[in-house]
């Protein structure tokens, strides 16, 4: 069966980006999947912009102090160091707000795309705005660069040196923890490597160390200097070094493209075609642009089997839906509490592996809780959820959301505290979204706006989604079917 370029170009929108934006409507017909990726590459060209969301406070603790690290421990009192813990949440609750209303609205789609896939695969939890802020500059810069690169900076990043404790890793008293996952989960994957490779590894890594601003330290008086052997070389090594020896594996290119192919492809690995692509990465010396090019210009990745096959993660079902539906939201944090209640915080992965994706995104509630947004959306309607009590992942408001007795308030500082009961309060803008239907025929409303906005059949009825629609007029009837559609099962899938 022929598919047609609409589909394709949605399915290409959806997976080397967060979904069609509502402008590019009139455009899904009329290009092929190449000339769009091709436009979807050039504006993605540009050197993204630092990523700068810190207080004011929290800048001021930093200027001008030397050693900053044992005069913050010793010095700030006990006030002051409360208010720099929550200036900090507060600091990765306004990063976690940019990036998505980055994603929302940005150009560069297939950048930010990739740099949602790196913030999967090098994932970190850190309350630290400064580190995360770095960290995620990393990834949006090095997103269709060179894996290499990327790889050697996000390890020297202060946020992944503290999160894999490799501050504790110093010689005589080795902590292994930073050379086992560099090893497991960002390079070679489990299984390709022993133990006495990661006690060598982490041998090498000694000394790497990160000062209170975020800057990579090398201390060399606490580094192992000695020989080690790693995957079967011999030498001084030191951190560097190893992470040279790991990118000489080509099971590091086989690694990464085979999650990648998950990730933007299929969940159903084909080995085939896997290693065809690391074979292409490994001799490109890593290059992740010409890696998606593969991808996403070859005749298979727009094969039926592939279309649809991919459940929405949380956060590219947010996006999307506000990308087709452009809005306002007077309460932009009720978002955060959706990414909660879904399974997907930005900036808190569930642990180092980051998030499993695929089904694990879906259970009862998920799925319920999924199908509901676009009516809180549209309506003034009460988000009333009790999102697991996980703390990391309240910024530390736990006990503040523990007095179910009193009525819960949104709290002028942020953070988690009263976010059970909220409303998203979004004015949506129609006008583009009217636009792209003005020429279809009455009759044939519904069928053209299940095409645009389902990448898999709909096993609801045209007569059962009517039946829920306002039909005393065109513009009514186009904004009930659609948030009617959106509300089913089929969206779910991209």
């Given at each position: 069966m022929?598919?047609?370029?609409?589909?394709?170009?949605?399915?290409?929108?959806?997976?080397?980006?967060?979904?069609?934006?509502?402008?590019?409507?009139?455009?899904?017909?009329?290009?092929?999947?190449?000339?769009?990726?091709?436009?979807l590459?050039?504006?993605?060209?540009?050197?993204?912009?630092?990523?700068?969301?810190?207080?004011?406070y929290?800048?001021?603790?930093?200027?001008?102090?030397?050693?900053?690290?044992?005069?913050?421990?010793?010095?700030?009192?006990?006030?002051q160091?409360?208010?720099?813990?929550?200036?900090?949440?507060?600091?990765?609750r306004?990063?976690?707000?940019?990036?998505?209303?980055?994603?929302v609205?940005?150009?560069?789609?297939?950048?930010?795309?990739?740099?949602?896939?790196?913030?999967?695969?090098?994932a970190?939890r850190?309350?630290?705005?400064?580190?995360?802020?770095?960290?995620?500059?990393?990834?949006?810069?090095?997103?269709?660069?060179?894996?290499?690169?990327?790889?050697?900076?996000?390890?020297?990043?202060?946020?992944?040196?503290?999160?894999?404790?490799?501050?504790?890793?110093?010689?005589?008293?080795?902590?292994?923890?930073?050379?086992?996952?560099?090893?497991?989960?960002?390079?070679?994957?489990?299984?390709?490597?022993?133990?006495?490779?990661?006690?060598?590894?982490?041998?090498?890594?000694?000394?790497?160390?990160?000062?209170?601003?975020?800057?990579?330290?090398?201390?060399?008086?606490?580094?192992?200097?000695?020989?080690?052997?790693?995957?079967?070389?011999?030498?001084?090594?030191?951190?560097?070094?190893?992470?040279?020896?790991?990118?000489?594996?080509?099971?590091?290119a086989?690694?990464?493209?085979?999650?990648?192919?998950?990730?933007?492809?299929?969940?159903?690995?084909?080995?085939?075609?896997?290693?065809?692509?690391?074979?292409?990465?490994?001799?490109?010396?890593y290059?992740?642009?010409?890696?998606?090019?593969?991808?996403?210009?070859?005749?298979?990745?727009?094969?039926e089997?592939?279309?649809?096959?991919?459940?929405?993660?949380?956060?590219?079902?947010?996006?999307?839906?506000?990308?087709?539906?452009?809005?306002?939201?007077?309460?932009?944090?009720?978002?955060?509490?959706?990414?909660?209640?879904?399974?997907?915080?930005?900036?808190y992965?569930p642990?180092?592996?980051?998030?499993?994706?695929?089904?694990?995104?879906?259970?009862?509630?998920?799925?319920?809780?999924?199908?509901?947004?676009?009516?809180?959306?549209?309506?003034?309607?009460e988000?009333?959820?009790?999102?697991?009590?996980?703390?990391?992942?309240?910024?530390?408001?736990?006990?503040a959301?523990?007095?179910?007795?009193?009525?819960?308030?949104?709290p002028?500082?942020?953070?988690?505290?009263?976010?059970r009961?909220?409303?998203?309060?979004?004015?949506?803008?129609?006008?583009?979204?009217?636009?792209?239907?003005?020429?279809?025929?009455?009759?044939?409303?519904t069928?053209?706006?299940?095409?645009?906005?389902?990448?898999?059949?709909?096993?609801?009825?045209?007569?059962?989604?009517?039946?829920?629609?306002?039909?005393?007029?065109?513009?009514?009837?186009?904004?009930?079917?659609?948030?009617?559609?959106?509300?089913?099962?089929?969206?779910?899938?991209?």
């Amino acid at each position: 069966m022929s598919l047609s370029n609409q589909l394709k170009n949605q399915h290409l929108l959806w997976r080397a980006g967060f979904g069609p934006a509502v402008e590019q409507l009139p455009d899904l017909s009329k290009y092929t999947p190449k000339q769009f990726y091709k436009a979807l590459v050039k504006a993605s060209d540009k050197k993204p912009e630092y990523i700068d969301v810190a207080d004011d406070y929290l800048k001021g603790l930093l200027m001008g102090i030397e050693e900053v690290g044992r005069q913050q421990k010793k010095e700030l009192d006990p006030e002051q160091r409360k208010m720099a813990q929550q200036k900090n949440r507060e600091g990765v609750r306004n990063l976690n707000m940019y990036w998505m209303h980055e994603m929302v609205n940005t150009s560069s789609q297939l950048r930010e795309k990739m740099a949602f896939f790196w913030h999967g695969h090098f994932a970190c939890r850190n309350l630290n705005v400064f580190f995360q802020q770095g960290l995620l500059d990393v990834i949006r810069r090095n997103a269709l660069g060179n894996f290499g690169t990327m790889l050697k900076e996000v390890s020297k990043t202060a946020a992944m040196l503290n999160f894999l404790n490799n501050q504790q890793n110093r010689k005589d008293h080795p902590n292994e923890n930073f050379a086992r996952e560099v090893m497991e989960l960002f390079t070679l994957g489990r299984g390709n490597y022993t133990e006495n490779d990661i006690k060598e590894a982490a041998r090498a890594f000694t000394g790497w160390s990160s000062n209170i601003k975020g800057e990579f330290v090398f201390r060399k008086f606490q580094h192992d200097a000695g020989s080690k052997t790693v995957l079967g070389r011999t030498g001084n090594f030191e951190g560097g070094d190893v992470l040279n020896i790991l990118l000489e594996e080509k099971q590091t290119a086989r690694y990464i493209s085979q999650k990648i192919y998950k990730f933007f492809v299929n969940e159903k690995p084909d080995a085939q075609k896997i290693e065809w692509l690391a074979d292409r990465f490994y001799k490109s010396d890593y290059d992740i642009a010409k890696l998606m090019e593969d991808i996403f210009t070859s005749d298979w990745f727009y094969e039926e089997k592939n279309i649809g096959a991919q459940i929405k993660s949380p956060v590219e079902l947010l996006v999307g839906i506000q990308r087709m539906l452009p809005m306002k939201l007077e309460n932009e944090e009720a978002l955060m509490l959706l990414q909660r209640v879904l399974g997907q915080l930005l900036f808190y992965p569930p642990n180092v592996a980051g998030w499993p994706g695929g089904k694990t995104w879906i259970d009862s509630s998920s799925l319920m809780m999924r199908m509901r947004i676009p009516k809180l959306i549209n309506d003034v309607d009460e988000m009333n959820v009790s999102p697991k009590d996980d703390d990391d992942n309240m910024m530390g408001m736990k006990d503040a959301n523990a007095q179910g007795k009193r009525k819960p308030v949104v709290p002028q500082g942020g953070g988690y505290a009263g976010m059970r009961r909220q409303q998203i309060n979004a004015n949506v803008d129609w006008s583009l979204y009217l636009k792209g239907f003005e020429s279809v025929e009455r009759e044939k409303l519904t069928d053209a706006m299940l095409a645009t906005l389902l990448q898999t059949k709909s096993r609801v009825g045209n007569d059962l989604i009517k039946k829920y629609a306002d039909e005393t007029g065109r513009e009514s009837f186009i904004k009930t079917v659609t948030l009617q559609i959106m509300s089913t099962p089929e969206y779910q899938l991209c």
